[in-house]
């Protein structure tokens, strides 16, 4: 029930086209999903973060959506570009108590170029 | 959000010997906590260490293995002890806790370490 399912393992986009990554969780409990985006030999740094009030967020290029009855979010970065070349994480979280994270399995992407 | 450092940002170390990971936070935050990240891999958080009380650990680690302090809020450390190659890993402190509008969590930049 902990666990956080993230999908594609690995993407790859062509430069201007949409690149969508997606988790899914169980546990209802959790009500803060963020998402993060790391480059090799850095920390994970917060790209963008949702409640469960909303259904989407936008922030630029980057877009969160949220379907809190099937339990998925997913994000979306709209032209894509060679420099969105990371690996993103998604995560979920308690917004009280313990403030734990739990992260999914990370998807690399490589934007082309 | 937070500026974060670590030190040191990577090391070499032998078996059966330890190696202290400081962390330092540029204001003061509630919570701190250890993760580690396998080449390739997720983070896996090792624990939580709230000033004042005793770190908090996940299944799977153990403070003997894994000592913690905080002092003070703005400063914490993390000790990997009679290390193995198993060890080699990424370790990533990160702070978060009430003083944030939501609960985000920011991370440092992360202590390469190579254990042989």
């Known amino acids: 029930q902990q666990q956080v399912k993230q999908s594609p393992q690995s993407l790859i986009v062509q430069k201007g086209g949409i690149s969508i990554i997606n988790c899914a969780y169980e546990?209802?409990?959790?009500?803060?999903f963020p998402w993060y985006q790391q480059f090799p030999g850095k920390g994970p740094a917060l790209l963008i973060a949702?409640?469960?009030?909303?259904s989407e967020k936008k922030e630029g290029r980057f877009t969160i959506s949220f379907n809190k009855s099937a339990k998925q979010f997913s994000l979306h970065i709209m032209d894509s570009q060679p420099g969105d070349s990371a690996t993103y994480f998604c995560a979920a979280s308690y917004s009280s108590g313990t403030y734990k994270y739990i992260f999914g399995t990370g998807t690399r992407l490589k934007v082309l170029a | 959000s937070a500026v974060i450092s670590q030190k040191p940002s990577r090391d070499i170390c032998q078996r059966g010997t330890s190696l202290t990971i400081q962390c330092q936070v540029d204001s003061q935050v509630t919570m701190m906590f250890w993760y580690r990240q396998q080449p390739g891999q997720s983070l896996t958080l090792i624990a939580t260490a709230n000033q004042g009380s005793e770190a908090t650990y996940e299944s799977g680690f153990v403070i003997d293995k894994f000592p913690i302090s905080r002092p003070n809020l703005t400063f914490s450390t993390l000790t990997v002890s009679n290390m193995s190659p198993e060890d080699s890993s990424i370790y990533l402190c990160?702070?978060?806790?009430?003083?944030?509008?939501?609960?985000?969590?920011?991370f440092g930049p992360g202590t390469r370490l190579t254990v042989l």
């Open positions: 949702i409640r469960p009030d909303v």
């Open positions: 990160s702070v978060g806790g009430r003083q944030y509008s939501y609960n985000e969590q920011f």
């Open positions: 546990n209802t409990a959790f009500d803060y």
